[in-house]
């Protein structure tokens, strides 16, 4: 798998939208480290290629990475991540010193015991905002203070000003070991498409995909009875509405696209199971204009002409395990699919997920949109000063048994404790009746 493509390793990993980005981009992501093995799984299933290391960053060292993947002896070009945001997230209470802020400690710990060139960390804006600034610029400190140069002013990029149909903003902070040359952000490409008010940089844009331009050509789950209760069957897609859609099918080739060709059923439609919801809910779903929140359950409608609001992933199970408000469908009265989120994300669709919607759309909200990483990463591929092509060798995905492995299994797989993440706490819809309709 071309020795010539630079070499990187994805932390917090998740399922993998940064990894499918930098991917896209010209790396090679060796080594995957993600805590949850039901998300190590699924990374496994479409990175076959590399290895997912099911560990907690803050009991792995760079060495054990290196040993346990492809890397061995290696230069490392870069690490890259996204430590979880929940003690600095805008959503929710903020508190400045929660102890979960203490992984961006080891992801900082990580970046220089695997001597990397360069790292990106992603997330939150919440980052920058308030008192949370003050946490920032500690911990741009504390990587100068360990031999890193950073990327200033640190920016807070859209995922719609780079081709994706959804609004999405995070910070991206960008560091190279002193002495090597520093990337620049990425400039936008696309501006949101019937976006209200846009900055005067963005006017001479073109539009980002559509909702419908993402989705319309997908089959009409409501026509398949076997998806009530699997999340996959054989479908008749219709035509492509864009380019996008065509790129994300595989009808057409990206050029910008530099990952390794999956070979995978283009008959199937995947990450699909159906959602039930109650009569009362399909008529309020119903009468919801698009572009405007349903009353009720706090959906927002989305309008087929507009872009998709943030993807949430939902609280985990430790904070009561509420799905994330998922956006109604434009046209018919239900939530969107896993795959219809995953079209909203940039993902392609031979990339699949957990078999079940709860796990399914945890591992999208908590994802880079992959088409965001792909631009970030670009602007790094170009500082490293590699050429690169298309790659030939084409990937064969298989074994999507474990997309329905439960998380003992899973466990078992890995080989780690299977309360590494604490079960998910079912709550009686009547406990909280403000967040409640979240579970429809």
């Given at each position: 798998m071309g020795n010539q493509r630079p070499i990187a390793v994805d932390l917090f990993a998740g399922v993998g939208g940064m990894t499918l980005g930098f991917e896209q981009a010209g790396f090679d992501v060796l080594a995957a480290v993600e805590i949850d093995p039901i998300h190590?799984?699924?990374?496994?299933?479409?990175?076959?290629?590399?290895?997912?290391?099911?560990?907690?960053?803050?009991?792995?060292s760079g060495t054990e990475i290196r040993?346990?993947?492809?890397?061995?002896?290696?230069?490392?070009?870069?690490?890259?991540?996204?430590?979880?945001c929940q003690g600095f997230s805008m959503m929710g209470k903020r508190a400045f010193d929660d102890p979960r802020n203490q992984l961006v400690s080891h992801f900082m710990r990580l970046v220089k015991e695997l001597n990397a060139k360069y790292f990106v960390m992603e997330n939150v804006k919440g980052l920058t905002l308030g008192n949370h600034r003050q946490f920032l610029d500690e911990v741009i400190e504390s990587f100068k203070e360990n031999g890193y140069d950073i990327l200033s002013p640190y920016q807070v990029l859209d995922a719609s000003h780079f081709g994706v149909p959804q609004h999405r903003e995070r910070l991206f902070l960008i560091g190279c070991r002193q002495g090597l040359q520093l990337p620049t952000y990425p400039s936008p490409i696309t501006k949101p498409a019937k976006a209200k008010r846009i900055s005067q940089n963005l006017v001479d844009?073109?539009?980002?995909?559509?909702?419908?331009?993402?989705?319309?050509?997908?089959?009409?789950?409501?026509?398949?009875?076997?998806?009530s209760d699997r999340d996959w069957c054989v479908a008749t897609y219709r035509k492509p509405k864009s380019l996008y859609s065509e790129y994300l099918r595989n009808l057409k080739s990206d050029p910008h696209n530099l990952a390794y060709p999956r070979k995978y059923?283009?008959?199937?439609?995947?990450?699909?199971?159906?959602?039930?919801?109650?009569?009362?809910?399909?008529?309020?779903?119903?009468?919801?204009?698009?572009?405007?929140?349903?009353?009720?359950?706090?959906?927002?409608?989305?309008?087929?002409?507009?872009?998709?609001?943030?993807?949430?992933?939902?609280?985990?199970s430790n904070r009561g395990a509420f799905t994330a408000p998922r956006p109604i469908h434009p046209e018919q009265p239900r939530?969107?699919?896993?795959?219809?989120?995953?079209?909203?994300?940039?993902?392609?669709?031979?990339?699949?997920?957990?078999?079940?919607k709860w796990h399914g759309f945890r591992q999208i909200g908590n994802s880079v949109p992959p088409l965001l990483a792909r631009a970030v990463a670009a602007q790094l591929i170009e500082v490293l000063g590699?050429?690169?092509?298309?790659?030939?060798?084409?990937?064969?995905?298989?074994?999507?048994?474990?997309?329905?492995?439960?998380?003992?299994?899973?466990?078992e797989k890995?080989?780690?404790?299977?309360?590494?993440?604490?079960?998910?706490?079912?709550?009686?819809?009547?406990?909280?009746?403000?967040?409640?309709?979240?579970?429809?």
């Open positions: 190590c799984a699924t990374h496994e299933y479409n990175f076959p290629m590399w290895t997912a290391i099911c560990a907690s960053v803050t009991n792995i040993e346990k993947s492809k890397i061995g002896d290696r230069e490392v070009d870069i690490v890259f991540g996204g430590p979880p844009l073109p539009d980002s995909p559509t909702v419908k331009e993402a989705i319309a050509d997908l089959p009409d789950v409501t026509k398949h009875k076997e998806l059923d283009a008959k199937l439609l995947t990450s699909s199971i159906g959602t039930v919801h109650g009569e009362t809910s399909i008529a309020r779903f119903r009468t919801t204009a698009n572009g405007e929140v349903e009353k009720i359950s706090r959906f927002l409608k989305l309008d087929p002409d507009g872009i998709c609001n943030t993807l949430r992933a939902g609280t985990p939530c969107i699919t896993v795959r219809e989120a995953a079209r909203l994300h940039s993902y392609p669709d031979w990339f699949r997920f957990h078999s079940t590699v050429e690169l092509s298309t790659p030939s060798e084409e990937i064969i995905l298989k074994n999507s048994d474990v997309l329905q492995i439960k998380m003992v299994a899973a466990a890995f080989g780690v404790d299977a309360h590494v993440i604490e079960s998910r706490i079912k709550r009686n819809l009547l406990v909280n009746p403000t967040t409640a309709p979240q579970l429809c």
